[in-house]
């Protein structure tokens, strides 16, 4: 059980984000939502977590494209045993018609925001004498796709980056490690299916075995309360010797 451990998860006001502190809520550790609005809805969401679960939730705003905002995330939050960098954007578009100011955000949001949490955190962990490190990657930070540069860019950079984190505290008690999602069912992915089986005249079941899942063999969608699961699993003592590696939860994408 993570009782006592504080953890801080980037971006986690919807989707893989908040599953992810919603297991590890159930799972005893108190945590921090963040997002970069700063709404009565998103403070609802921690005092919710805190109610269901029984331990302390807060939220605590910081937009994930400016360095100095995501290490005040972490001095903010006032305590940091385990850090989840969730938060990420996405664009499709051709590199020579990639708009640069997408470009920049993908990598600021998707990357760098990363390593600023990471250099913020680790003295933190240091200080406490344990830490866990999970980012979430994708099944596009270890293969690509076309019209998605940027985030494919940015996803490969993050699983690069959690290696050398695992080396840099190899003999500590932490450990660094990134998650691989395949596609995963959220409310921006649900949202979509409408639409396109209207557009390509579909079932919902052709939409996601043959539009939304041809890649991943399964036909399956990961759940955010996967996602969460494997967060907590990176977190217990059993994961005390991973580090510096990824685990796909994609249905066998990468296997293909
Ligand atoms: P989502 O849009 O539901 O969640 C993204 C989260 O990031 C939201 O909470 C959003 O508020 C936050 N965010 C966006 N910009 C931010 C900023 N500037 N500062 C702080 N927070 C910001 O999407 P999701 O599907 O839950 O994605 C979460 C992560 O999982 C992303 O890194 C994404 O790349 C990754 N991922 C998703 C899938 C999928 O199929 N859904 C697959 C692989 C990887």
Redesign the pocket.
């Known amino acids: 059980t993570l009782a006592g451990k504080s953890a801080i998860i ?8 908040l599953g992810i502190a919603r297991e590890m809520a159930r799972a005893g550790a108190n945590v921090v939502l ?3 609005t700063d709404r009565e809805e998103d403070h609802a969401l921690a005092a919710a977590i805190a109610e269901e679960f029984g331990v302390d939730a807060q939220y605590v705003k ?4 400016k360095g100095d905002e995501c290490r005040d995330l972490i001095t903010k939050a006032g305590g940091c045993d385990i850090l989840v960098n ?5 664009h499709v578009a051709p590199i020579d018609e990639f708009p640069v100011e997408k470009w920049d955000a993908i990598i600021a ?2 990357m760098n925001s990363t390593f600023h949490t990471m250099a913020a955190a680790l003295p933190v962990m240091r200080e406490r004498g344990w830490g866990r490190i999970v980012n ?1 990657a ?2 596009h930070g270890l293969t690509a796709s076309p019209y998605k540069a940027a985030y494919i860019a940015a996803k490969h950079g993050v699983v690069g980056m959690s290696k050398t984190v695992a080396l840099e505290t190899a003999q500590e008690p932490i450990t660094c490690n990134a998650i691989c ?4 069912l ?4 649900e949202a979509q299916i409408p639409d396109t089986m209207r557009e390509y005249n579909m079932s919902r079941e052709d939409v996601v075995k043959n539009v939304m899942l041809t890649r991943q063999p399964s036909k399956e969608f990961a759940t955010v309360e996967q996602l969460g699961g494997t967060t907590v699993f990176l977190c217990s003592d059993a994961a005390a010797q991973i580090t510096g590696t990824t685990i796909s939860v994609d249905g066998g994408w990468t296997a293909l």
């Open positions: 980037t971006g986690s006001n919807s989707g893989i984000g963040n997002s970069f910081a937009d994930m494209s969730n938060a990420g954007i996405q949001i998707n979430i994708s099944a999602p395949g596609y995963v959220t409310p921006l992915v």
